[in-house]
C-alpha cells in the first residue's frame, strides 16, 4: 500500500523498495471551476547539485527540453487542459544515471501565462504528487497538497535528494509568486549574466 505523506514529511526509497532502479513521478490537478480561460498547468524539473543549482541549462526539464543530457530523467510530454482522471504529467526518473553530481532534483507546477489569464492555485483543487515503481506499476507514495494558495502561480510539490547512499522524497508543498520566470531565477546559475540561454519559458 502506498505511503500517503504530509508537507515537509519525507520517506525513503530505497528502503522502501530495495533495488529500486525506475520510478515515474506523476503529477495531477483538476480546475476548481470550467468558467473562464482553460487553465494549462506545465510540470518541470531541477536536477541541482549540493548548492541547489542547475550546473547546466539542460538539466532543466520542461516542455521546452523533455529530457536530461544522459537520459536520466525524461518528461513524457505536455497535457494542455489536465483533463481527465490520474496522472496530469509525468517524468520518468532512472535513479542509476542521474550523475553523481545531481544532489537533488525538485518537481514543480507552474500556471502557464497566469498573469494574463489572471490564474493562480487558488483555482485548483486535488493537487498531488506521486511516486511509482516503473518496473511493477505499483505506487510507492503520494502526497496531496490540501492548502489553499490564492496568488501563487508556481508551486514546489516535492523533491528527491541523496541522503547517505539512498534516494529519499520529501513532500514539499510551497507556493511561489512569480511563476516558471521566478523558479529558473531560484535555481539558474547567473543566467541574469547571459546573453543567450535555453532556459526558454
Do not use: C
Request: net charge negative; aromatic share 10%; charged share 25%.
Amino acid at each position: 500500500m502506498a505511503i500517503q505523506l504530509q508537507k515537509g514529511a519525507n520517506i525513503s526509497l530505497s528502503r522502501q523498495v530495495p533495488n529500486l532502479k525506475h520510478i515515474v513521478i506523476g503529477l495531477g490537478w483538476d480546475a476548481r471551476t470550467t468558467v473562464g480561460t482553460d487553465f494549462d498547468l506545465d510540470a518541470s524539473a531541477f536536477m541541482l547539485d549540493n548548492q541547489e543549482k542547475s550546473i547546466l541549462d539542460e538539466y532543466f526539464i520542461f516542455y521546452n527540453n523533455l529530457k536530461s543530457p544522459e537520459g536520466a530523467l525524461e518528461h513524457l510530454g505536455d497535457n494542455l487542459d489536465g483533463q481527465g482522471e490520474g496522472d496530469d504529467e509525468m517524468i520518468t526518473v532512472s535513479l542509476e544515471e542521474i550523475p553523481i553530481i545531481i544532489q537533488k532534483v525538485v518537481f514543480t507546477v507552474t500556471i502557464h501565462d497566469a498573469e494574463d489569464r489572471n490564474q493562480n492555485f487558488g483555482m485548483i483543487s486535488n493537487a498531488f504528487i506521486r511516486v511509482t515503481n516503473q518496473e511493477t506499476d505499483e505506487e510507492i507514495m503520494r502526497y496531496n497538497l490540501g492548502e489553499d494558495f490564492s496568488i501563487e502561480t508556481a508551486m514546489i510539490f516535492g523533491e528527491l535528494y541523496r541522503y547517505q547512499g539512498e534516494w529519499k522524497f520529501r513532500a514539499v508543498g510551497q507556493g511561489i509568486i512569480g511563476g516558471l520566470a521566478a523558479l529558473v531565477k531560484n535555481y539558474a546559475i547567473d543566467i541574469k549574466d547571459r546573453e543567450e540561454s535555453t532556459f526558454v519559458i
